[in-house]
């Protein structure tokens, strides 16, 4: 069950400042908060979602744009404000792909994001990039994994940064060694013709809790990992973040699921559309999969697709926008449907503002 919503309020969507307007700080506020620069409180988060389809992504911040420009008008609106997604402390192992023993880690922890307050001003820094270049059409951002003795899948999120899923980097109690990372052309069949671009992971950061404990419940709930590379990714397209809302939890809205599998015999990157499955309704096997860390979605995943990318499109002025709001960890045995870590806060900071990768 999810927590109780907090008390109705007024909220002029779009004034994330709480200066009473929409301005061109509020659209910089929101590019900042998905790249993982500040944590949000129920009101901040509430205003953030523009266009109120329970997901905050960078459509919002275009919709601010455009309300400052006089495109489009603000509305405000009375409404239950959104929980705030997770965003503690989280502790990571992180472990050198140069070293000969794979078991070999050392651990860090990542505090939350600071705060934003009411008197907060960003200004606009190199790295918050256009809005119009974080449009994904080609979804050359979603890799395959060599894995040496399997494949797993993964996405590109920052430069050098590739998301996937714990267990297929870290398994049977150590890393796994000499994984490559292969980026396929907009074809998306897996042949050497189509093999555009191959890096070899230079480190692997995982959460402890996923090393450590032996229980099924929090490998689940932690099932996530960074891949670092030394090359360049951005070229083929870094993934927008986006941090779902309880209210989308319920909302029965479309996401789609992107990894590699074989289908009809050919073994190519693809994708699955279905709804949002609501917590209230998981059956009760799956009780133990918490809403506040994890994403069902009737979009399909296969084996070969794990750590593959759950995201939302949103569309506004003719523009869509995809957002990455999981990573895909696996699937319901029966109908395939998409289990996956929900992306809030913590993930955005351990993916786009890590201190301790590359360094």
């Not at 015999?265 to 009760?284: L, Q």
């Not at 979605?297 to 296969?302: E, L, R, T, V």
Request: hydrophobic residues 35%; negative net charge.
């Amino acid at each position: 069950m999810l927590t109780n919503p907090a008390a109705v309020e007024k909220v002029l969507l779009g004034d994330v400042d709480g200066n009473k307007k929409v301005d061109i700080n509020d659209t910089v506020l929101i590019l900042q908060y998905l790249l993982g620069r500040y944590q949000a409180d129920a009101y901040q988060f509430t205003a953030m979602d523009v266009n109120q389809d329970g997901a905050v992504t960078t459509t919002d911040a275009l919709m601010v744009q455009n309300v400052e420009s006089g495109s489009i008008e603000s509305v405000t609106v009375k409404k239950e404000l959104y929980n705030v997604p997770d965003q503690s402390e989280r502790s990571y192992f992180r472990h050198l792909c140069s070293s000969s023993d794979a078991t070999s880690k050392t651990r860090y922890s990542i505090a939350a994001p600071n705060s934003l307050t009411s008197a907060s001003v960003l200004e606009y820094e190199e790295e918050v990039s256009p809005l119009s270049d974080i449009i994904d059409t080609e979804n050359t951002n979603v890799v395959q994994l060599d894995l040496g003795s399997g494949i797993g899948s993964g996405f590109i999120v920052g430069s050098h940064v590739i998301a996937t899923a714990a267990h297929c980097v870290y398994d049977n109690n150590k890393f796994v060694d000499n994984i490559k990372v292969n980026i396929y052309n907009t074809k998306g069949k897996v042949s050497p013709s189509n093999l555009i671009h191959t890096s070899t992971a230079k480190e692997l950061h995982v959460p402890v809790e996923y090393v450590s404990s032996d229980q099924a419940i929090a490998k689940e709930n932690f099932d996530y990992a960074l891949i670092y590379v030394e090359d360049d990714l951005s070229n083929y397209g870094v993934w927008s973040l986006g941090v779902l809302s309880d209210s989308f939890m319920n909302s029965e809205r479309w996401l789609t699921a992107s990894g590699f599998r074989t289908l009809d015999n050919i073994y190519a990157r693809y994708y699955s559309e279905g709804s949002v499955i609501a917590p209230d309704t998981w059956g009760e096997g799956e009780a133990h999969n918490l809403p506040i860390y994890r994403l069902y979605a009737k979009s399909q995943s296969y084996r070969g697709k794990s750590g593959g990318i759950m995201y939302y499109k949103s569309d506004f002025n003719n523009e869509s926008v995809k957002s990455a709001v999981g990573v895909i960890t696996g699937n319901h045995p029966d109908t395939d449907y998409s289990w996956a870590v929900r992306m809030n806060p913590n993930l955005i900071w351990f993916y786009k503002q890590n201190p301790t990768a590359g360094k």
